[in-house]
């Protein structure tokens, strides 16, 4: 059964940084593009960043603007990301995710195959 498992959210002031990871029980973990989406109280899911299989191209959310970095490490079957200079408006339960496909336009639309069940970012003021 496959299971996404994110990890390292917690509570931190504006300016802050945090890091979190995901690590996933796909046997061929190194076949797929990794994901990071969030959903804030009350708005639809977005996507954040998504890095592709094996780690050769990345991208992100207009919104991030260079704030944030995705990473994986094939061999531990892990994705991180580092998010630095947080602000309030990045309070939101982070998701990450896994897709078989490595099209940008399906992965940034949510089209993936596997879901974490989240973990929770609060950026205090």
């Known amino acids: 059964q496959v299971q996404l498992v994110e990890s390292g959210g917690g509570l931190v002031q504006a300016g802050g940084s945090l890091r979190l990871s995901c690590t996933a029980s796909?046997?061929?973990?190194?076949?797929?593009?990794m994901g990071w989406f969030r959903q804030a109280p009350g708005k639809e899911r977005e996507f954040v960043a998504a890095?592709?299989?094996?780690?050769?191209?990345?991208y992100y959310g207009e919104f991030v603007k260079g704030r944030f970095t995705v990473s994986r490490d094939n061999a531990k079957n892990a994705v991180y990301m580092q998010m630095n200079s947080l602000k309030p408006e990045d309070t939101a339960v982070y998701y990450c995710?896994?897709?078989?496909?490595?099209?940008?336009?399906?992965?940034?639309?949510?089209?993936?195959?596997?879901w974490g069940k989240g973990t929770l970012v609060t950026v205090t003021s």
């Open positions: 995710a896994a897709s078989r496909s490595s099209i940008e336009g399906r992965v940034r639309g949510g089209g993936m195959d596997y």
């Open positions: 796909i046997p061929t973990f190194s076949g797929y593009s």
């Open positions: 890095i592709t299989w094996r780690g050769s191209s990345t």
